[in-house]
C-alpha cells in the first residue's frame, strides 16, 4: 500500500515539473512596416529637372562711354542681323571721320597728279604753260602719302562704328536697359538679343552619380508642367565642367527639342527623361 502511494507522489511531481516549466518561444521573422517606401527606379532612364531657355542670348554694350542719341528698336521687337538698335551722340567722332575724308581726297588728287610723267604748269610772268618732267621718286612719295590718308580714315570710321549697337544675329529684344539722353558707361549692358523661337533646355540637378551614363544624341522625353504637355527631344551637348548648385555637385546638359510646344517660354521648367538604353 505505501509503495502505491509512494508511486502515486513520483508522477504528481514530475506532471508539476512538466507544467511549471516555460515553453520555448518561436521566433517569428521580421516583416517590414507597412509605412517603408521601396524605391524603383527604371534602370533604362535617367530622370532630371530642367529649365527653359534660348540657344542663343547676348547681352549687348558699347566699348566706348557715351550719351544715348537714339534707340531704334523697342522691347518685344524682332531684329535682324546687322540691324542698328541703339546710336550713342558721338560728334568728335563724327569730325574726326569728315576730317580724314577731306585729307584722304587731297592725298588722292595730289597722288594722280603726281603718277603723270609730266604736268602742266603755268608761267605767271608770261602767260604760257609748259611741262615739267617728274622725278619717281615723288610718285612714290606721293603713294605712300595716300595710303596713309586712307589708314586714318578707316580707323576713324572704325571709331566712328563703336557709336552704333548692331544685331549681331537674328532674335527678339528681350530687355532694353537704357534711355536716350542716359550716360552710357563702356561694357555696360544696355540690350538683351534672344532667340525665343527656338528654345532649349538645361538640366540643373543631374548629379555626378548618373552623368556618366548620359551621351550626345541620346533621346529623351520632356514634361512641361506649367503646359501640361510632353514633348521629345535629344542630348546636344554634356557639359565637361561641374557646376556647384546648393552644395551639390552638378552636371548641365542640354537638351534641343525635336518641336516647340505653343506657349513655351523662357523661364519654364521641365521634368526630363534621358533614354540611355
Known amino acids: 500500500m505505501k509503495r502505491i502511494v509512494w508511486s502515486m507522489i513520483f508522477v504528481l511531481t514530475i506532471m508539476l515539473a512538466a507544467c511549471g516549466s516555460p515553453s520555448p518561444s518561436v521566433v517569428s521573422p521580421a516583416t517590414p512596416a507597412s509605412n517603408e517606401v521601396v524605391n524603383i527606379t527604371a534602370p533604362d532612364v535617367v530622370v532630371a529637372s530642367a529649365v527653359v531657355s534660348p540657344v542663343q542670348v547676348a547681352q549687348l554694350g558699347f566699348t566706348i562711354s557715351a550719351l544715348?542719341?537714339?534707340?531704334?528698336v523697342k522691347e518685344g521687337d524682332k531684329a535682324r542681323e546687322g540691324q542698328t538698335l541703339i546710336v550713342l551722340n558721338t560728334p568728335e567722332l563724327e569730325y574726326l571721320v569728315s576730317a580724314a575724308e577731306a585729307a584722304y581726297r587731297s592725298a588722292s588728287i595730289n597722288a594722280d597728279?603726281?603718277?603723270?610723267?609730266?604736268i602742266k604748269v603755268l608761267n605767271e610772268r608770261t602767260g604760257h604753260y609748259y611741262y615739267v618732267t617728274l622725278a619717281k621718286e615723288l610718285h612714290l612719295i606721293a603713294q605712300a602719302r595716300a595710303a596713309q590718308a586712307q589708314a586714318a580714315l578707316d580707323i576713324a570710321k572704325a571709331s566712328l562704328s563703336q557709336g552704333t549697337?548692331?544685331?549681331?544675329?537674328?532674335?527678339v529684344i528681350a530687355s532694353i536697359d537704357v534711355i536716350p539722353g542716359e550716360l552710357v558707361q563702356a561694357d555696360q549692358v544696355v540690350v538683351t538679343l534672344a532667340s525665343l523661337d527656338k528654345l532649349q533646355l538645361e538640366t540643373t540637378d543631374l548629379g555626378?552619380?548618373?552623368?556618366?551614363?548620359?551621351?550626345?544624341g541620346q533621346n529623351v522625353s520632356v514634361y512641361v508642367e506649367a503646359l501640361d504637355t510632353t514633348v521629345s527631344g535629344r542630348v546636344v551637348r554634356v557639359s565637361p565642367i561641374a557646376e556647384t548648385v546648393g552644395g551639390d555637385v552638378v552636371y548641365p546638359v542640354t537638351i534641343e527639342l525635336d518641336e516647340q510646344p505653343a506657349g513655351l517660354l523662357w523661364g519654364m521648367t521641365a521634368e526630363v527623361e534621358i533614354?540611355?538604353?
Open 208 to 216: 555626378e552619380r548618373d552623368i556618366a551614363r548620359v551621351k550626345i
Open 113 to 118: 597728279l603726281q603718277n603723270a610723267d609730266r
Open 165 to 171: 549697337l548692331a544685331a549681331p544675329f537674328d532674335g
Open 68 to 72: 544715348v542719341k537714339e534707340i531704334a
Open 275 to 277: 533614354d540611355i538604353k
